[in-house]
């Protein structure tokens, strides 16, 4: 679905860090990401291979065996640390392809991948069995039901962004990462998903009671084995009005970490960080006028994340409801003839 869109298995990698206290830690999980990304594609290789699959998958041709493109991409998987995704993404239901090659090493089918030796032949059935699976009404019913809505997401992002430049010449984005402290999680244990919504929904309102310039907003709620219940939020100024997008950050941190939680959460300013997001994934955040093409396309880059990595693993505990949500587009003013494409300076924060 998402096979050749490196930008956001990188930015996917990024967000699976845990932050504490302004430092980061890398664990194992910082690679698992990436591991999900390269099994799902080597399996869609398999399942969409032209060759047929009682051809033999080497060259006789050649002086040395070249092996064929899906067969290098699914033996590049065999070392991958399946049972240590499974268990770092207890309550996810992962992507689809994933899950057909942890069922076939759990049955030892895969082994004509794995073994040291070579067997063609036993290499090509196995490919015909993995295209039979995968062919089947119950697979492709549980692949479009697992794209369903991630797509719809994605779609309904483009169309809400889009949204706000047509009402706003510019707005200024910030986005943070909203958790709780490793200091909390550990006296408490396990995080109930009730409170962490709760917390979200005074959040929201604390937010739009203090910044009035605030136009829309996003949010998608994760959980890892380390962070736990953590949400990853995108707010949408006027432009015209807020312009600070690093001390607006902190004060929508502040008010989360100690007004909203009481002191158990803690967050992660991204604007506070621009200089490393640009070097790596294009700034995607603080002032971004309807005009800047490339400021918009890594805006929206780094949106399609929250509906993006539903595909791979998408959060399926009991009780906690709705995990992806959006502000609704402010009504255009019936005395607006039409936005301002030239705009002063900033007239607030």
């Known amino acids: 679905m998402f096979d050749s869109d490196d930008d956001f298995v990188a930015r996917w990698r990024d967000r699976a860090l845990d932050v504490n206290d302004g430092a980061i830690y890398i664990g194992p999980s910082f690679e698992y990401p990436r591991d999900i990304s390269k099994i799902d594609r080597a399996m869609r290789a398999i399942a969409n291979a032209r060759w047929s699959a009682n051809t033999d998958v080497t060259r006789p041709e050649t002086c040395h065996k070249s092996v064929n493109s899906a067969v290098r991409a699914i033996r590049s998987c065999t070392n991958i640390d399946c049972q240590g995704i499974r268990d770092f993404y207890a309550g996810h239901k992962l992507s689809p392809y994933f899950e057909i090659w942890v069922e076939e090493r759990t049955g030892f089918q895969t082994m004509v991948i794995t073994e040291r030796s070579w067997n063609s032949i036993g290499i090509n059935e196995w490919f015909l069995r993995i295209r039979k699976l995968v062919k089947g009404s119950d697979f492709t019913k549980a692949l479009s039901n697992h794209e369903r809505g991630a797509r719809k997401n994605a779609l309904s992002l483009t169309e809400y962004i889009d949204g706000l430049y047509g009402l706003y010449a510019r707005l200024c984005v910030v986005r943070l990462d909203l958790s709780y402290s490793r200091a909390h999680r550990d006296s408490v244990g396990p995080l109930n998903p009730s409170r962490v919504k709760e917390d979200l929904t005074s959040f929201l309102r604390s937010a739009k009671s203090e910044f009035p310039a605030l136009v829309g907003y996003i ?86 994340y929250l509906a993006k990595v539903d595909y791979y693993v998408r959060l399926n505990e009991k009780g906690v409801g709705r995990i992806f949500g959006k502000g609704q587009l402010p009504e255009r003013r019936a005395n607006k003839v039409g936005r301002k494409r030239k705009a002063g300076p900033c007239d607030g924060f």
């Open 219 to 304: 949010w998608k709620l994760e959980y890892g084995q380390s962070k736990s219940y953590h949400i990853h939020f995108m707010a949408f100024f006027d432009g015209h009005k807020v312009c600070k997008d690093v001390v607006v950050g902190n004060v929508l941190g502040d008010l989360w970490r100690d007004f909203v939680t009481g002191g158990d959460g803690g967050y992660w300013n991204c604007n506070a960080k621009k200089t490393y997001y640009e070097r790596i994934y294009g700034v995607g955040v603080g002032m971004i006028a309807h005009d800047n093409i490339e400021r918009r396309a890594s805006l929206l880059r780094s949106a399609m």
